[in-house]
């Protein structure tokens, strides 16, 4: 029972070899699916269910493309052709406009896709490689209309990078180099103001 005896004789398991092959990868989520889960968790889960539902079961089959992978609020897709990939990324972007046509801006559910054209390792099963990366990457690199519109860049507040209000520093001049060469700029620059300023005393008090 449960024993080597069980197995039939003269079958093998089959073996599925990594081999590399010219595919088109798609990564999809949800754009800012975080903010939209602390406004109304229960609703904004119900909405990207039944959407990437419609993907899985629907829109994606429609387009000869198969699903790989199920990540939460995205999808990661795998097509034979760039154009069939296309076609269902119109296609879904269309689906979530029709479903947030009547919800407020913030309270819209939409996707962000990536798509790359890669060699990539596959056993049949999955999908290995750099390839993936790169699709992952584009669709983080999306930004929606309504950012386009105010002009936000795709990374959060708090990850981008801090302008600072550097002022511009003069060079010292030749008379500054040499009145101190062992003394950084700025140094040398207010020891010779003091003296500038000593001369122009001295030259009002004995003229």
């Known amino acids: 029972m449960g024993g080597t005896g069980d197995a039939p004789q003269g079958v093998s398991p089959p073996a599925f070899a990594l081999h590399y092959a010219t595919r088109t990868v798609v990564f999809a989520d949800v754009v800012e699916s975080v903010r939209l889960m602390q406004r109304d968790e229960l609703t904004v889960a119900q909405r990207i269910r039944a959407l990437l539902l419609q ?62 054209v890669a060699d990539i390792l596959t056993d049949d099963v999955a999908i290995y490689g750099h390839g993936v990366n790169v699709a992952a990457r584009l669709a983080a690199a999306c930004r929606t209309r309504r950012d386009r519109d105010l002009g936000r860049g795709t990374r959060p507040a708090h990850r981008r990078p801090r302008r600072r209000n550097r002022r511009s520093r003069k060079l010292p001049s030749q008379e500054h180099r040499g009145a101190a060469a062992h003394l950084s700029p700025r140094t040398a620059q207010r020891r010779c103001r003091r003296r500038r300023r000593l001369r122009s005393s001295c030259a009002r008090r004995w003229p």
């Not at 429609?62 to 097509?79: A, I, S, T, Y």
């Not at 689906?95 to 009547?102: F, G, Q, T």
């Open 55 to 116: 993907a899985s079961n629907e829109i994606v089959p429609r387009n000869r493309g198969h699903v790989l992978q199920r990540l939460g609020d995205g999808l990661m897709l795998d097509f034979a052709h760039p154009r069939h990939a296309a076609e269902c990324a119109r296609e879904l972007h269309r689906r979530c406009a029709e479903l947030s046509a009547k919800l407020p801006a913030d309270d819209r559910v939409l996707m962000r896709i990536g798509i790359h």
